[in-house]
């Protein structure tokens, strides 16, 4: 059996409803996969492993403060098979449901109570049926020449960069990058130019390039916009990667969760076949089937390789040896949306849109302000400067989490450090992927800390120890602390560090800084 034949597997699993009784065996003998590995890729990803749950209601903490309990609550007494689920990247609509793979946002208890005891009737008012919804972006108005992105431009606004690139040559668009300063806006924050030169250096020539839209951090949607806003950007992007890393491949991975981006990239893929103006450059579109971990780019190849998405051990890295064992890049969805504007304008345009690093960032704010939504701002505003953006506060700010939660928590004093990549790591957090969560003072941090360590718990591949133990020890621990137990947390710096110093992958290094910062910064609410 080839390697693309074992890929598939995963998708027969979802086009058999999943764990159904028999499923694991009958594609067994379909494909020469031993059952039992058939058997654990489809128990790894939520979407395959419990096909009795047609409706998956988001119990992520922004669903949370929105309702999202008593929401569950009414599902269940109307008789609903519905289940609670990790984040569904609709923070800024919440609450979120998913049914089947469709996201319904701002789903209300009325709304569920119209359904009855029939969910496919269950519909709602922030979710026209068989359209793409789109959440709220800005600021309103905004100048779309002096922004990278420009979610509110129309797709035809952009001169095409893929020409421009080609008249270029691969070496002056690396030297634009370089120039721009670009780094990776997934979280890690990694010069792009490197990354690109790096798979250029490999010897083999077969070469491949990787959508990462696993949109899956919580309080992040920002690829969600860009995906249906701006499909143009994403395969003009993705192209000139492959043109200058000379990649004869694109795939591109989405969450399972986003069925609405997945069509409209199918669409602009299929015309760009049609009209021929990327050549002969083959793309390649892949759902996933509901695993957090695979936003981690090695988990993600594991994934598109049609095995559980475990990270790998690196070195090597993906660029000496990933897809396959091929060269690969892997980007995520608003890096590589940044790129064709750089190759327009040129790096140092780029660079000057900064205020505290270079470029333009797409931030996502959610919780408890006016209008949550995806704002496209300088890299380095603060957070003032965005929640104003955003219409406001509502109530007084108690505490924000920066870059979703695995950014841990910081308070109200630090509403005015920049929000970029090094103001955060020295107040000990992190960018991220800038999915910003605004708490007002009538939050209990211990209570939104626990949604936090549940959510790094169910997510565990549960590869390696330290994560697999330390997730649930942590949460273990504050739940015992909740109930009076007062020296349950007496452990926790110590299992913090082994958990930074030796998880395989940023989930389990991460994990810890929910409860960690917390402590540190409301120390009161930790001690009764």
């Not at 792009?192 to 030169?197: P, T, Y």
């Not at 603060?382 to 920066?402: I, M, N």
Request: charged share 25%; proline share 7%; hydrophobic share 40%.
């Amino acid at each position: 059996m080839g390697q693309r034949d074992r890929a598939s597997v995963p998708d027969r699993l979802q086009r058999a409803g999943g764990l159904q009784p028999g499923a694991a065996r009958a594609i067994a003998r379909e494909t020469g996969v031993p059952e039992a590995e058939v058997y654990g890729v489809g128990s790894f990803y939520e979407l395959l492993a419990r096909p009795g749950a047609p409706l998956r209601l988001c119990t992520g903490l922004s669903c949370r403060l929105a309702g999202a309990d008593a929401v569950l609550d009414a599902a269940r007494a109307a008789g609903l098979p519905i289940e609670p689920i990790s984040c569904l990247a609709a923070c800024d609509r919440p609450p979120a449901l998913l049914r089947d793979r469709r996201v319904l946002p701002s789903v209300s208890v009325a709304d569920v109570e119209r359904a009855g005891a029939d969910w496919r009737a269950l519909r709602c008012a922030g979710a026209p049926e068989g359209e793409a919804w789109r959440g709220r972006i800005g600021p309103e108005g905004a100048d779309a020449d002096c922004r990278a992105i420009a979610l509110a431009a129309r797709a035809d606004d952009a001169a095409p960069a893929y020409a421009a690139a080609r008249a270029l040559g691969p070496e002056a668009v690396l030297d634009a990058l370089d120039a721009s300063g670009l780094q990776g806006r997934g979280g890690g924050g990694f010069p792009v130019h490197a990354k690109w030169r790096a798979v250029c250096a490999q010897p083999d020539p077969i070469r491949y390039v990787v959508l990462n839209g696993d949109e899956s951090e919580p309080g992040t949607f920002k690829d969600r916009e860009v995906m249906l806003r701006r499909p143009d950007l994403v395969l003009e992007g993705l192209a000139i990667a492959a043109l200058c890393t000379g990649a004869c491949e694109v795939f591109l991975y989405l969450r399972g969760e986003f069925d609405d981006p997945r069509r409209v990239l199918q669409d602009a893929i299929a015309a760009a076949e049609a009209d021929g103006r990327f050549g002969a450059l083959r793309f390649q579109l892949h759902s996933g089937h509901g695993a957090y971990v695979c936003g981690e780019e090695t988990a993600l190849l594991e994934a598109l390789e049609g095995r559980r998405g475990m990270p790998r051990l690196r070195p090597p890295f993906p660029a000496e040896r990933g897809l396959w064992g091929k060269p690969t890049l892997v980007h995520n969805v608003e890096t590589i949306a940044c790129v064709p504007a750089i190759v327009r304008r040129g790096g140092a345009w780029f660079r000057d849109l900064g205020r505290t690093g270079p470029g333009t960032k797409l931030y996502c704010v959610s919780g408890h302000v006016r209008r949550p939504g995806t704002y496209e701002l300088p890299l380095g505003i603060c957070l003032d400067e965005l929640v104003a953006a955003a219409g406001g506060y509502v109530g007084a700010l108690k505490a924000f989490s920066p870059g979703g939660a695995s950014s841990g928590f910081l308070p109200a004093s630090e509403r005015t450090r920049p929000l970029d990549f090094t103001a955060l790591a020295e107040a000990g957090s992190m960018l991220g992927s800038a999915g910003v969560v605004v708490l007002n003072e009538s939050v209990d941090m211990r209570w939104a800390v626990a949604q936090q360590l549940r959510f790094f718990e169910v997510e565990s591949c549960g590869q390696c120890a330290p994560c697999r133990i330390g997730t649930r020890y942590l949460r273990t621990a504050l739940a015992r602390q909740r109930a009076g137990e007062i020296t349950a947390l007496a452990h926790v710096g110590e299992v913090a560090w082994q958990m930074s110093e030796a998880s395989i992958c940023g989930l389990g290094q991460v994990a810890p800084l929910a409860l960690t910062s917390a402590m540190q910064h409301f120390p009161g609410e930790f001690e009764s």
